[in-house]
């Protein structure tokens, strides 16, 4: 499943989906206790969703109920119907974001809508090896054998019969 994180602020989440954030992340916590694998999508609108402290928090909060091997992506915004009026979320805030999610020790975070961007591709979080790189929709090659890393044997989560 993939589900998509708008924000980790209730308030944002109101404003600009008209929803409300604690029943995405009761959504979450049932995936995860279910076993299902899934993937987190925060799309990060500049001057809504790019609030580094923001995403430190969420960043604790994935780790605290979910634990370390759900993949997040941070995916590029691009101005469009209501929102036209704002700029592309910069390459550097996705970055940073990334960076600051896998030091909070999320294993698996990826940067979308930027393509061939070395944040789009899997590595795996032992040896750091590259595991999945991503054309675009295409994956021209794995190293995962079963469940696990092709290098070095190291678990990697998801789905991959």
């Not at 909060?61 to 370390?68: E, K, M, V």
């Amino acid at each position: 499943a993939n589900v998509n994180l708008k924000s980790f602020s209730d308030e944002i989440y109101r404003k600009l989906n008209g929803g409300r954030l604690q029943p995405v992340l009761d959504t979450f916590t049932t995936l995860h206790e279910r076993g299902v694998h899934f993937e987190m999508t925060n799309l990060v609108v500049p001057g809504y969703v790019d609030d580094p402290e923001m995403v430190r928090r969420m960043c604790g909060w994935i780790l605290a109920n979910l634990g370390p091997d759900h993949p997040l992506h941070f995916l590029r915004f691009f101005p469009l119907y209501k929102l036209d009026r704002l700029a592309p979320t910069p390459l550097s805030t996705l970055e940073e974001f990334r960076k600051l999610a896998m030091a909070e020790g999320i294993r698996y975070v990826y940067i979308g809508n930027i393509p061939n961007h070395e944040g789009a591709h899997t590595w795996c979080h032992s040896c750091k090896n590259l595991l999945g790189e991503r054309r675009g929709y295409a994956i021209p090659g794995f190293e995962i054998k079963g469940n696990a890393c092709g290098y070095g044997g190291t678990k990697i989560p998801g789905v991959w019969t």
